[in-house]
């Protein structure tokens, strides 16, 4: 396998920078995308936790509308899946009784902007009107969206605006409803539609509704079309005058029968409630909802470019996780259906800490969704022959097995269990909220370390063996003694029986006996070994280091840099997940080698972003964003490398460390339930 050095990266950031980006001001908030390519366009994600949108390089679309929770038997893998919903903000605009469309079109531009948690496409219909529409998945209704639409025209003209309720090809059975409520003060317009999904276990549910300016009345009148089973629209009509701007919005909700007993009817009063609060009052309480997220911030000074790809990462996080929902995000998040929107340990290792230091009520429900699936766990310890709580490689809604048969990593990769284990421990370390730790984070300290102590082979003194694993770095197949896994078991019997300690009960004492005899291999060159047969190959992701940070197992500065030095040479140059270099940048930077560490911290996602909106795909070159898993690796080398920050028994600490050359301060706002603010100020 082919190996690299340093300065190969230093060649490749050379191609991947654009010259204009060294000149021109970057917004911190703002990406704009002035050149839109459909055959080099990768959309960009809004979404509140719940519901995500995904832009289309097309006017007056989107490309997929994703719940969070609702999958169901069918396509890849003979496994449970991610469903589309129905794409209910879908438009069609016709000026002068033609159709917009890309043809016929010009000056086409688009932005996110990320403060405001919304999206934004503008373009010119030949010399007749200037469109705009703007788009938002309302942070605080978790089921509920709005599009505004702008018209300005620059001639007299007649519009016609229609609401497109489409559904996706896998749903059946689909049923389409029209409905008019008429009060003395409002009518309201409902397009509404159902659908089951591929086996028939869910019923997925969307409605919309117009929202006009004009007063009861005097709005125009809306006329319902049905095209086929699939799709039906509604519209109105109206004449503007030259000079003339006239707005309007659409207000959607989706929902499916594994959020709600009475899905359909659920939609409808949720577009109703978005009507009658009223469009002023929909975006001053989204906008409240992400003020107060963004109160937990990371500033950079210095850097712009990299501010705006920090406060994309932050803001792909927040849109991807929801407060009180007990959903758990995927590698992709809400921004479409890769890796069948299961969940893996990129919860947990990579996208957790994070989200737990900058806003730990997010965190809490993703630690939320392993404690309701506790039982699952159980089962499948059960089924391989082990005590406690074995928990799966890839998680759904129920929480047994879904990993495709043909991927080893199902039966074998088991050091997810001791990834749950630490996201529990570390939400108890930050909130020190000991009613938590004993009703929900010591049932699953308890029954993963049990899982551990029967999961070792006990073949004497220093010799209590794992074996027969898919390592961390998963190139490594079926092999013994990973590093990874081997410090992770080790790390879920001690913060077990410390938590055992803090509840005042008595931790099972062979949980201790069984971590001081698991082993960490050594080569004979006093690097840590990545398994027991392992012989210098190249690795996929990061495996032995990870045991520096966040297992803290390997302490001494001189053995991280050796183990560093090693493995960082084994980095191929395609083919590893981002997250992997974040690993590298974060250990150098606590190691007070700022050069270095821009160097892993550039490799890690510059190479993997695609336009026009910087998403970031999973390996250099891919195309599958947005890859949320390697958002939260890099996330942790600013915050727990550049930044400093560590877990601690007492809750958060500032350790010393480097600021990158270029960066004059780093500032971390919001951090903790304290809401506390630490800085890192360039060396001078």
Known sequence: MKKRSACFHGILFAVVLPVSALTQTIDPWIIRADTIDPSHYYGVTVANGMIGIVSSPEPFEVK?????????????????????????????????????????????????????????????????????YTYYSLRHLPFTVLMDVSIRAKKDLMMTGSSVMQAPDALKDVQNYYNEIDRPHVVISLLSSQAKSPTGKLSMCASNTFLFPETHGKEPRVIHEMWDNNMHLMKFSRTIRAGETYTYSVAGSSITS?????????????????KLEGRERLLQFHQQAWNELWKSDIQVEGDEQSQQDIHSMLYHLYSFVREGTAFSPS?????????????????????????????????????????????????????????????????????VEETPVWALSGPFEHHITAD??????????????????????????KETADFWASRVERNGPGSYDIKNVVAADE???????????????????????????????????????????????????????????????GIKQADVNLLAY???????????????????????????????QAVFALLYARLG????????????????????????????????????TGAGGILQSVIMGFGGLDITP??????????????KKLTITGVGPGRKTYSVNALK
Not at 90 to 111: F, H, V
Not at 487 to 499: I, P, S
Not at 522 to 536: D, F, I, R
Not at 650 to 663: A, D, E, F, H
Request: with cysteine; hydrophobic share 40%.
């Open 475 to 537: 190139w490594a197949e079926n092999v013994d003694n990973n590093a990874f896994t081997n410090a992770a078991a080790k790390a879920n019997l001690q913060y077990a029986t410390q938590a055992a300690k803090v509840l005042g009960m008595a931790a099972d004492p062979d949980w201790m006996q069984v971590a001081n005899n698991i082993p960490i291999l050594k080569m004979e060159n006093g690097v840590t070994k990545e398994h027991a047969t392992y012989k210098g190959e």
């Open 593 to 628: 080698d700022g050069e270095k560490a821009w160097h892993w911290f550039k490799d890690a996602y510059l190479p993997n972003l695609n336009p026009p909106f910087r998403v970031i795909a999973e390996t250099k070159g891919g195309a599958n964003p947005y890859f949320a």
């Open 258 to 274: 594994a959020h709600h007993d009475d899905p359909l009817n659920e939609a409808e009063r949720l577009t109703i409630y978005a």
């Open 650 to 663: 007492t809750g958060i600490q500032q350790l010393k460390s480097v600021l990158p050359p270029g960066w």
């Open 420 to 445: 749950v284990a630490l996201a529990a421990w570390n939400y108890y370390l930050v909130t020190q909220d000991k009613s938590w730790l004993r009703e929900k984070g010591w049932p699953i300290l």
């Open 550 to 580: 966040p297992l803290k197992e390997i302490t001494s500065p001189d053995q991280v840099r050796k183990d560093l030095e090693y493995y960082g040479m084994r980095v191929p140059d395609e083919g590893t997940p981002a997250m992997t």
């Open 64 to 132: 997929e509308v994703v719940l969070a929770g609702a999958y169901d038997l069918y396509g890849r893998g003979r496994v449970s899946n991610f469903l589309r919903s129905f794409n209910l903000l879908n438009m069609y605009l016709e000026i002068d009784g033609r159709r917009t469309s890309r043809q016929n079109i010009r000056n086409m531009k688009q932005e996110l902007d990320m403060r405001k948690a919304q999206f934004t496409c503008s373009f010119d219909i030949g010399d007749k009107a200037s469109v705009s």
């Open 331 to 399: 590698p992709m998040g809400l921004s479409g259906l890769g890796y069948n929107g299961h969940v893996f340990w990129d919860a947990e290792l990579w996208m957790y800490p994070a989200l737990l230091v900058m806003r730990p009520e997010l965190a809490k429900s993703m630690i939320e969704y392993r404690y309701l699936r506790l039982n699952a766990a159980r089962r499948n310890a059960f089924s391989k022959g082990f005590k406690g709580a074995m928990f799966p490689w890839e998680s759904a809604e129920t929480g």
